[in-house]
């Protein structure tokens, strides 16, 4: 029998932070993927994400659908609330959740199967409509839980573990996601944890549909030369377009920076991006650019990573709607139900 339940005792002396949480209370159950994946460290830079920002544990949102990726949210925030949807299906229920209560943190994680293949269309449409929300894609090529086979995301070319050459063209999830409009997007690799977790910090406090997608080798399936997604494919391949960290209100800033080479970018809760260009002719307020940008280096076989795209004055789905102040599941019925008059003074303007 195996026991995967942490103990639930802490340390008196571990660090809190500013809304009294240690970076234990932002764990969840032991991982039961394999040895060494990729997909773990992703929780790990969750982990450490919300604990810098401050987020209340019981204030975010999580959910996924199916396949590896899928099963994260079970060891990263127990306290947070949680839906598993079924295959490709995640971006519709988060969307639904965020109508009803929108005062929550939403975090989406899915994978290149269950978002790429399957999920494509809701992924698409989530984007479009700009759900305020977190959409992390943990990318690795294959399906793992189903032996192998190549995934919507495998490159043309690349090989199988048996040696067999992928002849699909793939689709790029930050392109789409740029194409379709998401209004802060980054890249980054699960073995890079000093870029991912500010990465995931700037999302969660982005307003608006903030996709990151993480390349994060399959140990079992995918991690063997031939493969473009293997660890020391992605290392030899990595080009980071600028450096990001993300500085709250209430913290004071420690970061140092040669004149010349820092930009601020405020968001809309007043946490401030901080982007340290290491591409002289990169910008990341440009979405045309920026997906010009990519577009040459994909040619050039090289993997961009970094925060490629960012618009601070962005508006979500409930903007669109032009919502009320207070999420509607707080609503009472007397909010909920117009009297007489405010039906006919609707009914006097469609005549």
Same mark, same amino acid.
């Given at each position: ?7 639930? /005792? ?57 396949g590896c990726s899928s099963k994260t949210p079970d060891y990263f925030v127990s306290p947070a609330h949680g839906f598993n949807a079924v295959h490709g ?17 939403? *975090? ?30 943990? =990318? ?15 490159d043309k070319g690349s090989k199988a573990k048996k040696g067999a050459e992928n002849k699909d063209s793939p689709i790029d999830l930050v392109m789409l996601? *740029? ?24 999302? *969660? ?13 399959? &140990? ?13 494919? &992605? ?35 007043? +946490? ?12 990341? +307020? ?7 940008? /990519? ?33 509607? =599941? ?17 009914n006097a303007g469609l005549r």
């Amino acid at each position: 029998m195996t026991y995967l339940a942490k103990p639930p /005792l802490h340390h008196p002396s571990l660090e809190r932070n500013a809304v009294g949480y240690t970076r234990r209370d932002y764990e969840g159950r032991i991982s039961t993927l394999c040895a060494g994946c990729g997909h773990d460290s992703i929780s790990a830079a969750i982990i450490q994400a919300c604990f810098e920002i401050d987020l209340e544990p019981h204030r975010l949102a999580k959910f996924s659908g199916i396949g590896c990726s899928s099963k994260t949210p079970d060891y990263f925030v127990s306290p947070a609330h949680g839906f598993n949807a079924v295959h490709g299906r995640m971006p519709s229920v988060l969307t639904g959740a965020n109508i009803a209560a929108k005062d929550l943190i939403y *975090l989406g994680v899915s994978g290149d199967g269950d978002s790429a293949s399957i999920g494509l269309g809701q992924f698409a449409h989530a984007i479009r409509r700009s759900v305020n929300m977190t959409y992390i894609v943990e =990318n690795n090529g294959v399906y793992g839980l189903t032996k192998g086979q190549f995934s919507a995301t495998s490159d043309k070319g690349s090989k199988a573990k048996k040696g067999a050459e992928n002849k699909d063209s793939p689709i790029d999830l930050v392109m789409l996601a *740029l194409q379709l409009g998401a209004t802060y997007v980054g890249r980054s690799f699960s073995g890079d944890k000093t870029q991912l977790v500010p990465l995931i910090k700037g999302a *969660l406090s982005h307003k608006g549909a903030a996709f990151i997608d993480v390349l994060s080798p399959c &140990v079992a399936f995918n991690n063997h030369v031939g493969s473009t997604k293997s660890f020391d494919y &992605v290392r030899a391949h990595n080009e980071a377009v600028n450096r990001l960290d993300v500085i709250t209100p209430r913290a004071p800033i420690h970061a140092e920076y040669e004149p010349g080479e820092l930009k601020e970018v405020t968001q809309h809760d007043g +946490s401030i991006l901080r982007l340290r260009k290491l591409e002289h002719d990169y910008d990341s +307020s440009d979405r045309n650019a920026s997906l010009g940008y /990519l577009a040459r280096k994909a040619a050039e076989g090289e993997i961009v990573t970094g925060l490629l795209y960012v618009d601070p004055d962005a508006r979500d789905l409930h903007d669109g709607l032009d919502t009320v102040d207070t999420p509607l =599941n707080k609503l009472t019925d007397a909010d909920l139900v117009p009297p007489v008059s405010a039906l006919e003074k609707i009914n006097a303007g469609l005549r």
